[in-house]
C-alpha cells in the first residue's frame, strides 16, 4: 500500500503561481510513476501530468503545456507540480496518483485525497 497526501492548494488570482506537492509513504520502494489529475466541478477527472520513476520522461495535457512542470524527489519520495500562469479554468481538486507510467487513470492504482485550487479571474 502507498498512502498519497498532496498539498500547497489555495485560492490565487490568474496568471500567479502556485507548486503543489504530494508525499508518500508506505510501499514507497517500489519503482511507481506519479501522476497528478485534476477534476473541476460537474467535469470528469482528467490527465494533467506524469512522470516517470526516474525523472526522465515527463507527459503533459496540452492545456497545461508551458505553464506547468511535473518533478519528483525519490529520496524524499515526493512528486511535484508547479503550476505558474494560472487560468480560472485550471480551478478544480487536484489528486496525486501513483502506478504505472500512464495519461489514463486506470494506470494508477493509488490516490491522494485532493488539494483544491481556485484561480480568479
Known amino acids: 500500500q502507498v498512502q498519497l497526501v498532496e498539498s500547497g492548494g489555495g485560492s490565487v488570482q490568474a496568471g500567479d503561481s502556485l507548486r503543489l506537492s504530494c508525499a508518500a509513504s508506505?510501499?514507497?520502494?517500489?519503482?511507481?510513476?506519479m501522476g497528478w489529475f485534476r477534476q473541476a466541478p460537474g467535469k470528469e477527472r482528467e490527465f494533467v501530468a506524469a512522470i516517470s520513476w526516474s525523472g526522465i520522461s515527463t507527459y503533459y495535457t496540452n492545456s497545461v503545456k508551458g505553464r506547468f512542470t511535473i518533478s519528483r524527489d525519490n529520496a524524499e519520495n515526493k512528486v511535484y507540480l508547479q503550476m505558474n500562469s494560472l487560468k480560472a479554468e485550471d480551478t478544480a481538486v487536484y489528486y496525486c496518483?501513483?502506478?504505472?507510467?500512464?495519461?489514463?487513470?486506470?494506470?494508477?492504482?493509488?490516490w491522494g485525497q485532493g488539494t483544491q485550487v481556485t484561480v480568479s479571474s
Open positions: 496518483a501513483a502506478g504505472s507510467e500512464s495519461t489514463g487513470a486506470r494506470g494508477y492504482d493509488y
Open positions: 508506505g510501499r514507497t520502494s517500489r519503482r511507481y510513476a
